[in-house]
């Protein structure tokens, strides 16, 4: 046994440590200088066939005390290394694809960190038997078998002070996967937040509408067809409206939000790639569909009522690259052979990509809405929960979250008002917060669906709080 081996082990038994040596990465490709936390990357593995890839950042300080925080990303389909690499890691990838820069911004700062390329296909996840069709009841229980198997292999971490935290699909990731954990007295949660998550399909539809015509995006032609055709006595229903004049206007609103080239994801940012070409008008496009007794019309496409990412389906498609972002970086960097090697990825895993084209097409939606999962978790008056929003998101914008955790109808405590932080030099408003008994919806001002990308200061300062139990 040699000195370096002996010093580890050692320093691990002084720790009480019962971590797997195995996956703790010694050697990151990228940084100028290692981090002095330690970090590791592996497999969690499922019966029967399953192995989740999991990438796990120690807190900077005193992680045998810090809170154990789990991310997810959405998609469905999307790999939770975006939300490493790019948002809240403890370092981002640079443009060139091969460079590390460490985040000052990082939430390992004050947690320690384990993200979870989930489903099974998703990134560096892969199933034995290539089988890839999944769904919402599916993923749950199996995200809930991979923290059992996290702690399994992490018993320090047991008791610790557990979150779950996610973006975008993880809206419906994580209420399902809290109504697990819950139920496991041997895990120490203490609450979620969800930050620009999918709640509610119906509501998410019917307040981006009002959310593009009020940030100018529909003029008032557009507009005025809509309340005529999709509204009726003060109500409007504009996520599965009968009318077929409802829905050729809903066809032509979704064109300008999802197809004109603006970013869906950040209003005001450009779109990586450029604005794409003209599209064509096609009037097959528009079929009914028999639902019971009642006809809807709607388009026959991936829209953003049916799917965050429109991609059109390919059969031997594998990649599925967001609308306007640039994920090249990120690809050629986790992609190479020496980072592989280092986050000890299975040469059975595939190449990574941001996004699965087939775990996304092939995958079920079986919940239209959380809001039980919401009300069950507040039921029981023991964890926080935050919902957050960045204020130029189309993708899940900030009305549809807000009208939704106001749906849920809980006792208002500290009515909406501004959020405050200091960016160094002055107090700045970061956005507004309206408090609940145990749940707060809360919004950041000039950020997109990806917060941390878009406001790093911003979100370590929500999230620091909220980890902390500390005012908004």
């Known amino acids: 046994m040699g000195p370096v081996l002996l010093c580890s082990l050692l320093l691990a038994a002084s720790r009480g440590r019962a971590a797997p040596s195995a996956d703790e990465v010694t050697y990151l490709p990228g940084l100028a200088k290692q981090p002095s936390f330690r970090q590791y990357s592996g497999y969690l593995h499922l019966a029967p066939h399953k192995h989740l890839h999991y990438w796990f950042v120690e807190a900077q300080s005193n992680p045998e005390s810090s809170p154990l925080v789990l991310w997810l990303n959405g998609g469905p389909g999307c790999s939770s290394m975006s939300g490493l690499l790019t948002e809240h890691g403890p370092f981002t990838i640079q443009p060139d694809g091969t460079t590390l820069q460490y985040n000052d911004y990082s939430w390992n700062k004050i947690t320690n960190m384990l993200y979870l390329e989930s489903p099974s296909g998703v990134g560096f996840s892969y199933s034995d038997d290539k089988d890839y069709a999944t769904n919402d009841t599916q993923v749950a229980h199996d995200n809930f078998l991979a923290l059992k198997e996290f702690f399994r292999l992490f018993p320090e971490y047991s008791k610790n002070e557990f979150f779950l935290t996610g973006e975008s699909y993880a809206g419906i990731y994580i209420p399902t996967l809290a109504e697990w954990v819950m139920q496991d007295s041997s895990i120490n949660l203490k609450g979620l937040a969800v930050g620009n998550g999918l709640s509610s399909y119906e509501i998410n539809d019917n307040s981006l509408v009002y959310f593009a015509y009020y940030h100018g995006l529909l003029g008032t032609r557009l507009w005025t067809d809509l309340q005529s055709f999709c509204c009726s006595q003060g109500k409007c229903n504009f996520h599965n409206n009968s009318d077929l004049n409802c829905t050729l206007r809903m066809e032509e609103m979704i064109r300008i939000v999802e197809e004109s080239g603006l970013n869906i994801y950040n209003l005001y940012a450009p779109c990586a790639g450029g604005v794409p070409g003209s599209y064509r008008y096609d009037q097959d496009q528009i079929i009914s569909h028999d639902l019971g007794s009642s006809f809807i019309w709607q388009p026959l496409r991936y829209s953003w009522r049916q799917n965050l990412l429109r991609m059109p389906?390919?059969?031997?498609?594998?990649?599925?690259?967001?609308?306007?972002?640039?994920?090249?970086?990120?690809?050629?960097?986790?992609?190479?052979?020496?980072?592989?090697?280092?986050?000890?990825?299975?040469?059975?895993?595939?190449?990574?990509?941001?996004?699965?084209?087939?775990?996304?097409?092939?995958?079920?939606?079986?919940?239209?809405?959380?809001?039980?999962?919401?009300?069950?978790?507040?039921?029981?008056?023991?964890?926080?929960?935050?919902?957050?929003?960045?204020?130029?998101?189309?993708?899940?914008?900030?009305?549809?979250?807000?009208?939704?955790?106001?749906?849920?109808r809980q006792k208002v405590q500290v009515t909406r008002r501004p959020w405050l932080y200091n960016d160094g030099k002055d107090e700045q408003i970061g956005g507004f917060v309206k408090e609940f008994t145990n749940i707060a919806f809360l919004t950041i001002k000039g950020a997109g669906h990806m917060v941390p990308t878009d406001r790093p200061q911003a979100a370590f300062t929500v999230f620091s709080r909220f980890v902390k139990q500390q005012p908004y």
Not at 317 to 330: F, G, K, Q, W, Y
Not at 335 to 361: F, G
Not at 381 to 396: E, H, Q, S
């Open 313 to 408: 389906v390919a059969k031997k498609a594998v990649r599925l690259e967001p609308p306007c972002t640039n994920s090249t970086a990120s690809s050629v960097y986790l992609n190479s052979l020496h980072v592989r090697k280092a986050l000890h990825i299975s040469p059975e895993a595939p190449e990574w990509n941001i996004c699965s084209s087939e775990v996304n097409h092939r995958y079920k939606r079986q919940y239209m809405s959380v809001d039980n999962q919401y009300l069950k978790l507040l039921g029981t008056m023991k964890y926080r929960i935050l919902v957050y929003n960045g204020d130029v998101d189309m993708a899940c914008n900030f009305l549809g979250d807000e009208w939704f955790v106001d749906s849920l």
